[in-house]
């Protein structure tokens, strides 16, 4: 029941979304930043403890997720990006 419902109202790009962003190059977007924000931003000496690598890892966690929620913030208040659009930086 809940499948059909949202099939039902499942919202479809337009039939010229393809057309439009024939050309788009997207190039220079930036970096990976998943995995790599914690270690690239802080000193070595940090990193020496294995012990604490299970909490650099929710750190880091924390910071994709905080980063990839105002992706989204900006993606809705931006009128020249579509709303489905993965390319924003």
């Given at each position: 029941?809940?499948?059909?419902?949202?099939d039902?109202?499942l919202?479809?790009?337009s039939?010229?979304?393809?057309?439009?962003?024939?050309?788009?190059?997207?190039?220079?977007?930036?970096?990976?930043?998943r995995?790599?924000?914690?270690?690239?931003?802080?000193?070595e000496e940090?990193?020496?403890?294995?012990?604490?690598?299970?909490?650099?890892?929710?750190?880091e966690?924390?910071?994709?997720?905080?980063l990839e929620?105002?992706?989204?913030?900006?993606?809705?208040?931006?009128?020249s990006?579509?709303?489905?659009?993965?390319?924003?930086?």
């Open positions: 029941m809940a499948n059909i419902r949202r039902l109202f919202i479809r790009s039939y010229l979304s393809q057309p439009k962003h024939f050309n788009d190059v997207f190039l220079n977007l930036g970096y990976d930043y995995g790599n924000m914690l270690k690239n931003g802080t000193s940090l990193w020496a403890n294995p012990l604490q690598y299970g909490m650099y890892g929710k750190l966690a924390l910071l994709t997720f905080v929620y105002t992706k989204n913030i900006k993606k809705t208040f931006s009128f990006h579509e709303k489905n659009s993965l390319n924003i930086n």
